[in-house]
T-cell receptor
Framework: DAGITQSPRHKVTETGTPVTLRCHQTENHRYMYWYRQDPGHGLRLIHYSYGVKDTDKGEVSDGYSVSRSKTEDFLLTLESATSSQTSVYFC????????????FGDGTRLSIL | AQKVTQAQTEISVVEKEDVTLDCVYETRDTTYYLFWYKQPPSGELVFLIRRNSFDEQNEISGRYSWNFQKSTSSFNFTITASQVVDSAVYFCALSGINAGNMLTFGGGTRLMVKP
């Protein structure tokens, strides 16, 4: 299994609070991604990173920010959580090379009340 | 823009039946890659296969087989002699030639295999 750890695995919080999810990899892969999974939508890309301090927006980036200060860590922050951000969040990593498959962490279930 | 459509949202079969999961894609890229992932009830996403747009040979891996047809923009997945352990949500995904190996996912097909 790819060495990807997401923390926390579950979180319940209130609307308006800041939330940070962490993704840690031990594979030294260049690319890292954050997705959200909602019923009927499959997985949608929030942000991705192609190197330390290099990030870009995905399809559903509004309300989210990311940071990558080290190769192994990719943080996703909800500055002021809203109920619409209740979802399951997945981190993924991918090696360098044309269309290498992405490998996923176990997910974080986030509930915003 | 890229798009992946999995028209079957849910399929229910009885164990030992064969089942085919459909995937239709849209892309303007001439070079692209197609993927299938499995998400069992435990929730993790498992990579199953990657095919590139220049390789239309069907692939078989045990009870799994994949049929790629460029003419119909389809990449269908067949499970032969299904088993209860095959129960999962299956996602088809597409990647063009882009920096970052980004994927566009279909909405997924939930397969339920009953004993």
């Amino acid at each position: 299994d790819a060495g990807i750890t997401q923390s926390p695995r579950h979180k319940v919080t209130e609307t308006g609070t800041p939330v940070t999810l962490r993704c840690h990899q031990t594979e030294n892969h260049r690319y890292m991604y954050w997705y959200r999974q909602d019923p009927g939508h499959g997985l949608r890309l929030i942000h991705y990173s192609y190197g330390v301090k290099d990030t870009d927006k995905g399809e559903v980036s509004d309300g989210y920010s990311v940071s990558r200060s080290k190769t192994e860590d990719f943080l996703l922050t909800l500055e002021s959580a809203t109920s619409s951000q209740t979802s399951v969040y997945f981190c993924a990593i991918s090696g360098t090379g044309e269309s290498q498959p992405q490998h996923f962490g176990d997910g974080t279930r986030l509930s915003i009340l | 823009a890229q798009k992946v459509t999995q028209a079957q949202t849910e399929i229910s079969v009885v164990e030992k039946e064969d089942v085919t999961l459909d995937c239709v894609y849209e892309t303007r890229d001439t070079t692209y890659y197609l993927f299938w992932y499995k998400q069992p009830p435990s929730g993790e996403l498992v990579f199953l296969i990657r095919r590139n747009s220049f390789d239309e040979q069907n692939e078989i891996s045990g009870r799994y087989s994949w049929n790629f047809q460029k003419s119909t923009s389809s990449f269908n997945f067949t499970i032969t002699a299904s088993q209860v352990v095959d129960s999962a949500v299956y996602f088809c995904a597409l990647s063009g030639i882009n920096a970052g190996n980004m994927l566009t996912f279909g909405g997924g097909t939930r397969l339920m295999v009953k004993p």
